[in-house]
């Protein structure tokens, strides 16, 4: 786009002034006060109010600087819509602290709560707490959609209303698969991916419509093999995982759908889950000077727990990584005696693989 040649307030009225002058046969009075000068200043003040109508025009006329509802508008010519937010999902465990001696229903849409009230999520599914038993768990999602509904591990304490039968409930892992909605920037950059693989079943395309149907999604493509690793000719499987390590059936669905109006015409595909590969980690850490062992254990297995879900598809889990990582908070000294499910190597890093932590055990 050419330069704006924009103008002030002071611009506006001396050009005036000069254009005036030029046109006078004698010399004019445009001193402050005068009936001339209030004159040019008020069409100063037009001509400005103008140009802001002018820039706010151009402004919203293009992606790269609308924003909000301008942006959703522009997008929206092309059939591309902003992505909406995500609810945060997970599981919580209910507890007795004295087995019941007759089952115990916990129906769909029983509400639970952070510790301070603030996050609510809600059962996504029934459940039965055995007679004999003392614990379910149960699958949830956050009931306010986006970021907020990520909490860390143990931060899920409140029954909303009495469960008679349930004394306690928790979270054993940290959520971590809650979206906001796409922000402006994020609009921009896809839209562009959006105008590059339009009309085309090449791999960018087939993972821009599946990572399209909602944010958060990971994905990978094994190109001619199928889902038992075997060789089939024109054939690509899709591995999709929102996070969680074990997508629901209708975002397989959808994820579906969406490779289906982007595939070759006469190849085929299947779509699947990540196969969940579980990390248990042990290690021992040391306080530096001034710290306290006690106060190190709780963000040494958070800051590990958080890596290894962060890890996306097909990425390996890496034994010295998690050294480091290790290192990385504030008061460890020393580590010594790590271990992945019982050894030294790396784990993971097979294609529709996710590595999700299982335990993390710091002494």
Same mark, same amino acid.
């Not at 996050?119 to 614990?135: P, Q, R």
């Not at 699958?139 to 409140?158: D, K, M």
């Not at 020393?334 to 271990?339: N, Q």
């Given at each position: ?25 004698? @010399? @004019? ?47 929206? *010519? ?8 995500? !609810? ?70 409140? $029954? ?53 149907? =909602? =944010?958060?999604?990971?994905? =990978? ?7 038992? %690793? ?7 499987? +899709?591995?999709?995982? *929102? ?7 209708? @975002? ?35 306080? !530096? ?5 006690? *106060? @190190? ?30 290192? %990385?908070? *504030? ?15 790396? $784990? ?13 055990? +710091?002494?």
């Amino acid at each position: 786009m050419a330069t704006l040649s924009l103008r002030t307030f002071a611009d506006w009225l001396s050009q005036q002034a000069a254009a005036v002058q030029a046109s006078a046969s004698s @010399l @004019l009075n445009v001193a402050s006060g005068t009936v001339l000068r209030a004159i040019l200043e008020a069409n100063a003040s037009v001509a400005l109010w103008m140009q802001w109508l002018i820039l706010l025009v151009l402004r919203t006329t293009r992606l790269s600087t609308s924003t909000g509802d301008d942006a959703d508008s522009f997008v929206a *010519d092309f059939g591309l819509e902003r992505q909406a937010a995500t !609810a945060a999902t997970g599981s919580v465990t209910f507890s007795a602290f004295t087995a019941p001696t007759s089952a115990v229903a916990i129906s769909t849409g029983t509400v639970v709560k952070t510790g301070d009230g603030s996050v609510s999520f809600a059962t996504t599914a029934g459940a039965t707490l055995a007679a004999g038993a003392t614990s379910v768990t149960v699958p949830v999602q956050a009931q306010t959609a986006g970021t907020v509904g990520n909490v860390l591990a143990g931060t899920i304490t409140l $029954i909303s209303a009495a469960l008679p039968g349930v004394d306690t409930v928790t979270n054993a892992t940290a959520f971590t698969n809650g979206e906001d909605a796409e922000t402006d920037a994020a609009l921009r950059t896809r839209f562009i991916n959006y105008i590059n693989t339009r009309s085309r079943a090449t791999p960018a395309a087939v993972e821009y419509a599946v990572t399209s149907v =909602q =944010q958060g999604l990971f994905v =990978q493509l094994a190109e001619r093999v199928d889902g038992s %690793g075997a060789a089939r000719d024109a054939h690509t499987t +899709v591995y999709v995982d *929102d996070g969680s390590g074990s997508p629901s059936a209708d @975002l397989i669905d959808s994820v579906a759908a969406a490779v289906e109006a982007v595939r070759p015409l006469g190849g085929t595909y299947e779509v699947h889950g990540p196969t969940v590969v579980p990390a248990n980690v042990a290690l021992t850490v040391t306080a !530096a000077s001034g710290y306290a062992h006690g *106060d @190190l254990v709780g963000p040494v297995q958070t800051a590990i727990a958080a890596y290894i879900d962060g890890l996306g598809m097909g990425e390996a889990l890496s034994w010295t990584r998690l050294i480091a990582v290790a290192y %990385g908070v *504030d008061g460890v000294g020393g580590v010594s005696g790590l271990t992945v499910n019982g050894g030294t190597a790396n $784990i993971g890093g097979a294609a529709g693989s996710v590595v999700r932590v299982s335990t993390v055990t +710091v002494s």
